[in-house]
């Protein structure tokens, strides 16, 4: 991997960014950040932003809140990082996700009303829009992915200068995905032991002996 300051997920919450957290683990590419209740709170109650820049300057990457709403403040701070925005394939969806995610932590019950669904799609649109507005003349510093549309390995290690590595793709707190086979797999995929397994093959791989031994 060429030489790059951080690498930030920001897409917003229920657009796989567990996912990304897995695939950025399995390859190693440094301490990660992930979603943090008491920084998302502090910047959007207190406007405390130099204080979730601090914490950053101790990781190499991130993903979900509060870090996609810093997106700008992460990209003057740490010159030559890397953004990438997940998305839905469609904003429906997202706004459907994100009210059934309230449900399940007891937040909200029943079924969203449309009123609930557009002021979703409205936020979730604005979100992603922005960002490709900021970045529209920087191809090389953006990366889009939807892991629903088939995005895997090939582009994510691709927009990271990084050789794909031989191990399944980890669909991590799946939702609608993928229908697995079975709840049973799909606990078993969503495990930490599992993403643990994954970058543990991963960096088995890596090993020159192992190369050698594969190419023969």
């Known amino acids: 991997m060429k ?67 810093l997106y700008k403040e992460m990209d003057q ?17 997202h706004a459907k996700s994100s009210w059934f995610h309230g449900v399940q ?24 829009n922005a960002i490709k507005d900021y970045f529209k003349n920087r191809p090389n510093d953006l990366l889009v992915l939807c892991w629903e549309n088939g995005d895997g390995w090939t582009e994510l290690c691709d927009f990271l200068d990084i050789i794909p590595p031989h191990v399944p793709f980890p669909h991590a707190n799946a939702g609608n995905y993928k229908k697995l086979r079975s709840t049973f797999i799909n606990k078993i995929r969503n495990s930490f032991l599992y993403t ?14 192992v190369r050698d031994i594969i190419k023969k």
């Open 3 to 69: 030489k790059t300051n951080k690498i930030i997920g920001i897409g917003m919450s229920k657009t796989g960014t567990s996912t990304l957290a897995a695939c950025l683990n399995i390859l190693n590419i440094g301490s990660h950040k992930s979603f943090d209740r008491k920084l998302k709170e502090s910047v959007l109650t207190h406007n405390n932003i130099e204080q979730a820049l601090q914490v950053a300057d101790n990781y190499k990457s991130f993903e979900d809140a509060p870090w996609y709403h």
């Open 77 to 93: 701070r740490f010159p030559n990082s890397k953004f990438i925005l997940t998305v839905r394939k469609d904003s429906y969806s």
């Open 105 to 128: 932590a007891g937040r909200q019950s029943g079924e969203p009303t449309e009123e609930y669904l557009q002021s979703k799609i409205k936020i979730y649109e604005n979100h992603n």
């Open 196 to 209: 643990l397994y994954l970058k543990f093959r991963y960096w088995l791989v890596q090993q020159k002996i």
